[in-house]
C-alpha cells in the first residue's frame, strides 16, 4: 500500500526528505552506511510507534537492538520477509565499520547489499539507475540506503494519512490488536 500511495506529506515531513537527501548526497562511503543508518533506524522507530497500541510503553530506541526491531516490524506486518535481509546486513556493515578503524566500505560491500534486496528493492534500484548518469561506487549504495529510507518513511506518512482521513479505521485496528478480532 505504501508503495503504491503518495502521501500528502506535511511541510515537517518535506524538511526532513529535504535534509535527508542533503545528507546522503554529501556523504562518503563511510558516511552513507553510518548516517543512512541513523535515518533508517529512526525511520523504523516511528513505524513501530504507529504500529502498535500502546506505544509509550517501550522505548523502540532504547530497549529493542536493531534486528529486533526488524523482526518486529516483520512480525507486525510493516516490513516484508523479503525487506528484512538487507537491513540486517546494513546493520552488519555499520557494526564493521564502527568498531575497526581499518575496514573502509567498498564495491564488495554494496554487491553484497544488493544481492540481499527484496525482488520490489531491485527493481526500483534499476529503475534509478536507469535515469541517472552514474552507476559507479558509491552511487548503488547510496541509492541502496535511500530506498531503505523513504520506503520507511512513506510508509509511516501513509498509516498517519489513513488514521488522519478515516478514524473509524482507526477504531478498528486498535480492535484487531486486542484480539477481539481473529489474529490474521
Do not use: C
Not at 50 to 64: C, S, T, W
Not at 77 to 105: I, P, S, T, Y
Not at 112 to 137: C, I, N, T
Amino acid at each position: 500500500m505504501a508503495d503504491t500511495v503518495r502521501a500528502n506529506l506535511s511541510v515537517e515531513d518535506e524538511k526532513k526528505r529535504a535534509q535527508f537527501l542533503e545528507h546522503i548526497n554529501a556523504e562518503d562511503p563511510l558516511g552513507i552506511v553510518i548516517r543512512g543508518l541513523i535515518y533508517i533506524e529512526s525511520a523504523l522507530i516511528k513505524l513501530l510507534e504507529e504500529g502498535v497500541r500502546k506505544p509509550n510503553a517501550i522505548d523502540f530506541a532504547k530497549d529493542l537492538n536493531f534486528p529486533t526491531k526488524v523482526d518486529l516490524a516483520v512480525a507486525l506486518g510493516m516490513l516484508k520477509d523479503d525487506e528484512k535481509a538487507v537491513l540486517l546486513n546494513l546493520n552488519r556493515l555499520r557494526n564493521k565499520l564502527a568498531h575497526n578503524v581499518e575496514v573502509q566500505v567498498g564495491r564488495d560491500d554494496e554487491d553484497a547489499l544488493v544481492k540481499s534486496l527484496s525482488e520490489d528493492d531491485r527493481l526500483r534500484l534499476v529503475h534509478f539507475e536507469e535515469k541517472s548518469e552514474s552507476g559507479e561506487f558509491p552511487e548503488r549504495l547510496r541509492r541502496i540506503v535511500a530506498v531503505q529510507w523513504w520506503k520507511l518513511d512513506e510508509r509511516r506518512v501513509v498509516i498517519d494519512e489513513i488514521k488522519q482521513l478515516h478514524p473509524e479505521w482507526e477504531a478498528l485496528v486498535k480492535l484487531v490488536r486486542g484480539g477481539v478480532i481473529g489474529d490474521d
